[in-house]
T-cell receptor
Framework: GENVEQHPSTLSVQEGDSAVIKCTYSDSASNYFPWYKQELGKRPQLIIDIRSNVGEKKDQRIAVTLNKTAKHFSLHITETQPEDSAVYFCAARGRGSTLGRLYFGRGTQLTVWP | DGGITQSPKYLFRKEGQNVTLSCEQNLNHDAMYWYRQDPGQGLRLIYYSQIVNDFQKGDIAEGYSVSREKKESFPLTVTSAQKNPTAFYLC?????????????FGSGTQLSVL
């Protein structure tokens, strides 16, 4: 099956700075890479995703980049705000894996200090 | 968010006892999933189901059982064979599994051992 590694496990930044979270995957057949955000005490929610036919996708202050050759993808948050503080999970879905299930990374606890 | 409901919010299990976690969705989604969340472990898949009366084991199915008798319901039973059941359990649903469909999560159940 797929193996998704996520780094760092914790990240602290000052408000207004940028934050970058990186993930690697093992299955070259994976073709879909979503990012979920889980605020404290709340359920995870999809914030952005990217498909293997695209190298970069932006949505306001967040962007995701994908390097298929190196099998890694990253989440970039610019102009961070305290409300960006949460746990972020990356995931990968393999085209070849059974029934296209998602494999999640272990999560990154992002803290944005005012 | 409001389309998938988990109950109870908190659950306590005694030694040797089976307990059942409820998950109901009114989104008319075909696929449903159970994840276990432990600190620093990310989201680990226990079981998932694509269609009524069918389900597959995830990565950590030992000590758990599920049923899918109705499209809207996917209860998870934590059996006495699960020796370390204390965790936060998340149910999720999506329209399909083998496509790039986003997951909708429930609000979770915190299970603790007495």
């Amino acid at each position: 099956g797929e193996n998704v590694e996520q780094h760092p496990s914790t990240l602290s930044v000052q408000e207004g700075d940028s934050a970058v979270i990186k993930c690697t995957y093992s299955d070259s057949a994976s073709n879909y890479f979503p990012w979920y955000k889980q605020e404290l005490g709340k359920r995870p929610q999809l914030i952005i995703d990217i498909r293997s036919n695209v190298g970069e996708k932006k949505d306001q202050r967040i962007a995701v980049t994908l390097n298929k050759t190196a099998k890694h993808f990253s989440l970039h948050i610019t102009e961070t705000q305290p409300e960006d503080s949460a746990v972020y999970f990356c995931a990968a879905r393999g085209r070849g894996s059974t029934l296209g299930r998602l494999y999640f990374g272990r999560g990154t606890q992002l803290t944005v200090w005012p | 968010d409001g389309g998938i409901t988990q109950s109870p919010k908190y659950l306590f299990r005694k030694e040797g006892q089976n307990v059942t976690l409820s998950c109901e969705q009114n989104l008319n989604h075909d696929a449903m999933y159970w994840y276990r969340q432990d600190p620093g472990q990310g989201l680990r898949l226990i079981y998932y189901s694509q269609i009524v009366n069918d389900f597959q084991k995830g990565d950590i199915a030992e000590g758990y059982s599920v049923s899918r008798e109705k499209k809207e319901s996917f209860p998870l039973t934590v059996t006495s064979a699960q020796k370390n059941p204390t965790a936060f359990y998340l149910c999720a649903s999506s329209r399909k599994t083998a496509t790039n469909e986003k997951l909708f999560f429930g609000s979770g159940t915190q299970l603790s051992v007495l």
